[in-house]
Nanobody
Framework: QVQLVESGGGSVQPGGSLRLSCVAS????????MAWYRQAPGKQRELVAS???????HYADSVKGRFTISRDNARNTVYLQMNSLKPEDTAVYYC???????????????WGQGTQVTVSS
């Protein structure tokens, strides 16, 4: 059974940094793309950054120049390096992966449990 496990969240002051990690485990044929979403209280869940196996990396305008998404394909891991954090970055961050369990199966989306990021002074 596929499981996405996130880590690295916490509380920091404005201007601080955090690095989030997400490891996909289980019997996985391939991972097409991985992404980070976030959801602040009272707001819709939004895409923060995505990194496909091919194609262009995408960042939300609000995090461009501050966040960096990367992948370690050998370890089925995606990272989100967050620098120059702002209070408005406060949210629960969710890992998402579009992956295939079988070569003949279409990609299916899986979600992590979420990790809290709080930026305050």
């Amino acid at each position: 059974q596929v499981q996405l496990v996130e880590s690295g969240g916490g509380s920091v002051q404005p201007g601080g940094s955090l690095r989030l990690s997400c490891v996909a485990s289980g019997r996985i044929f391939s991972i097409n793309s991985m992404a980070w979403y976030r959801q602040a209280p009272g707001k819709q869940r939004e895409l923060v950054a995505s990194i496909p196996s091919g194609g262009s990396i995408h960042y939300a305008d609000s995090v461009k120049g501050r966040f960096t998404i990367s992948r370690d394909n050998a370890r089925n891991t995606v990272y989100l390096q967050m620098n120059s954090l702002k209070p408005e970055d406060t949210a629960v961050y969710y890992c998402n992966a579009a992956l295939r369990l079988l070569e003949v199966s279409p990609p299916r989306a899986y979600w992590g449990q979420g990790t809290q990021v709080t930026v305050s002074s």
